[in-house]
């Protein structure tokens, strides 16, 4: 008899198509990672800075321009080099170029105004693109907040295709750059199914890291999940942006995910939000991404590392 590795204690009030795994995954994070260990408590007591702009406050031109939804800085300043922008009807070439509340400001002779910041957490259902839109004129996800007016929202975390789970959907050009950026280290929790079941041997490999066609593909964690004795289900914690990463882990050990299912994005799951549905950020989910996601200290990305 093979020997199993030891798995997560399963609640048996727990139906087949939930995971003990986050559960586990937050525990053991709080012990071994103090950060994680402070967060709910700071974001639970930090009150947000007001911000008081005066009427002569300059605003470089490319936050303005990212601000308003429009792209991000780096291809705001593309925009600008190329001659896109105009600023009281005068083309801007200069980078670092600083704009005034009173002044305005013309992207491809549209005028660009600050809207109200947006963040929506969708539930993806399956068949549907994560881009704003598609020539083959296939399903988008913008289609599912087709109901949100008058606002240039953006997909940030993509899922192929035939993926689920949560994708999050702003205007805040600077926030989706930061957590789409490597350097973010976005954490990300997926449920897999496969055709058959994953033998302890490929789980072990996973786990110490696979080498890719495009370098080595390091995992947090991966375990067995529900329903129990069934060896076809695994869940799967990384920080990789790599396109169908995992996705192509196991098909480098010659398994087909049958399903795929992204349970958490930076901090934020899907509970309690049916598949197809959104809602919109609390005031305090909002928080926690901008000041402890997108502000967190930059480092290298381990897989970079270790290439």
Not at 3 to 22: A, G, H, V, Y
Not at 62 to 80: L, M
Not at 123 to 129: A, D, E, F, R, S
Request: overall charge positive; charged content about 35%.
């Amino acid at each position: 008899m093979r020997k199993r590795i030891s798995r997560t204690t399963i609640n048996p009030s727990t139906s087949p198509n939930k995971t003990n795994f986050l559960k586990n995954k937050k525990f053991e994070k709080r012990n071994n990672d103090p950060f994680a260990g402070k967060i709910e408590h700071a974001v639970r007591n930090f009150t947000p800075p007001v911000e008081k702009k005066s009427a002569d406050e300059e605003t470089r031109l490319n936050k303005f321009i990212s601000n308003a939804g429009v792209c991000s800085r780096r291809q705001a300043d593309e925009y600008i080099k190329a001659g896109y922008v105009t600023v009281n009807d005068v083309a801007v070439l200069e980078m670092g170029y600083k704009v005034l509340p009173k002044d305005i400001v013309k992207f491809k002779n549209k005028r660009v105004q600050n809207e109200r910041k947006i963040y929506i957490l969708l539930n993806k259902p399956k068949g549907y693109l994560t881009t704003v839109s598609d020539d083959r004129e296939r399903k988008t996800v913008m289609e599912l907040v087709s109901t949100v007016k008058d606002a240039r929202l953006y997909p940030v975390g993509r899922l192929d295709r035939n993926s689920t789970g949560v994708i999050l959907l702003t205007n805040d050009g600077e926030l989706a750059q930061k957590l789409s950026h490597p350097s973010g280290e976005v954490t990300k929790v997926y449920q897999v199914e496969l055709d058959k079941p994953l033998d302890q041997k490929d789980l072990l490999k996973i786990r110490e890291g696979l080498v890719l066609e495009d370098g080595k593909a390091s995992v947090d964690h991966v375990e067995y999940t529900l329903p129990r004795g069934d060896d076809r289900y695994v869940g799967i914690e990384l920080h990789s942006g790599k396109n169908r990463i995992v996705r192509r882990i196991f098909e480098h050990l010659e398994y087909e995910v049958t399903k795929l299912d992204r349970v958490l994005y930076a901090g934020l799951t899907k509970k309690n939000v049916p598949r197809g549905k959104w809602r919109f950020l609390s005031e305090k989910e909002v928080i926690f991404l901008k000041y402890f996601i997108a502000n967190k200290k930059e480092k290298k990305p381990k897989e970079d590392l270790e290439k």
